[in-house]
């Protein structure tokens, strides 16, 4: 395999040769409204695009990488002839047609070629080792229907779930962007820290979310919808950083309630359950006796606040 071409300054004349062909392949971790507009049915035939979306779709994600409207406009237009995939953690940006391909650090947006100190790599005709890779890659990733864009477009438009591409939309007093993942894999890797506080109820949780009682559903659960709540109530932030779980101040588990009962239907556990279901009425709940359920999402409403403020203090860790 040799390069044909190497591309210092890529622009929007590659990115035409790009989208020049009838069968597009498209692997890039981030896109544009501008460059996915470019995409038209009079001249392209299929497109398999593969980008930084959630591979689940049972509950709002506290942070998305990418604004699902302009992949839904696009999907209004192109129909089943676009393949969505979603690849969580997707870094390669491989772009291939009948004609040509092309590999490098450009990803699918107008920024990316704009003839900045991007690098494309071309190689004509459809290279087989590419295709491969491309091809292996996409075995990792996970089908995205027109419903599952749906849904994130409405979790957005509802505030429960915020997109890092907006500068990583700032959570708390502190004002500050941040590069922070704000994940629950971060949150898993944050409370196996020693140097963080809450000690024991990290613990707790831990062993919770790694299958102790079959609980970890319901640490996801509690873990989305608690960053959520904090993105509405950025206000708590400061108190629920003095507290502890068996210390959280009466008017700000009425707030919580009151969060359940509008959004709590949004969220929905392993099982199909929603999470109201867990949940005792004073918590906003459907359960009138027990409440045993509320101990995790109290749990993270102490921690979640001090991962938020350990991630905007550290944001390249």
């Given amino acids: 395999m040799k390069a044909s071409k190497i591309i210092k300054y890529p622009g929007q004349d590659e990115l035409r040769k790009i989208l020049s062909g009838k069968q597009l392949k498209i692997m890039s971790p981030f896109y544009s409204s501008a460059s996915l507009k470019q995409i038209t049915p009079k001249k392209t035939e299929s497109v398999s695009f593969v980008t930084r979306l959630p591979n689940e779709y049972n509950m709002p994600p506290s942070f998305i990488d990418n604004d699902p ?82 849904k994130l477009e409405r979790w957005t438009s509802l505030g429960l779930t915020k997109i890092r591409g907006q500068h990583y939309t700032a959570i708390g007093a502190y004002k500050k962007t941040s590069q922070a993942p704000f994940s629950i894999e971060d949150f898993d890797e944050w409370l196996n820290d020693s140097t963080q506080p809450h000690r024991e109820t990290r613990q707790n949780i831990y062993v919770r979310l790694h299958g102790q009682n079959q609980m970890s559903g319901h640490v996801r659960l509690a873990f989305n919808g608690v960053m959520a709540f904090i993105h509405k109530n950025s206000k708590l932030m400061p108190l629920l950083t003095c507290v502890d779980d068996k210390s959280i101040p009466d008017d700000i588990l009425k707030n919580f309630a009151s969060f359940v009962r509008e959004f709590g239907d949004e969220y929905q556990g392993p099982r199909g359950g929603n999470w109201k279901r867990y949940l005792s009425a004073k918590l906003g709940g459907e359960q009138t006796t027990g409440g045993a359920g509320d101990t995790i999402p109290k749990k993270c409403l102490v921690l979640v606040p001090a991962y938020v403020t350990a991630r905007l203090q550290y944001p390249s860790k």
């Fill in 69 to 150: 409207g302009p992949l839904i406009k696009l999907h209004s237009k192109m129909g089943k002839n676009l393949s969505i995939y979603a690849l969580p953690e997707l870094h390669a940006k491989i772009y291939l047609n009948e004609c040509a391909t092309w590999v490098g650090s450009s990803n699918f947006t107008n920024y990316g070629f704009s003839e900045k100190q991007e690098l494309l790599i071309q190689f004509e005709g459809n290279s087989e080792e590419l295709q491969d890779v491309f091809d292996t890659y996409l075995k990792d990733a996970v089908r995205v229907r027109r419903d599952n864009l749906s």
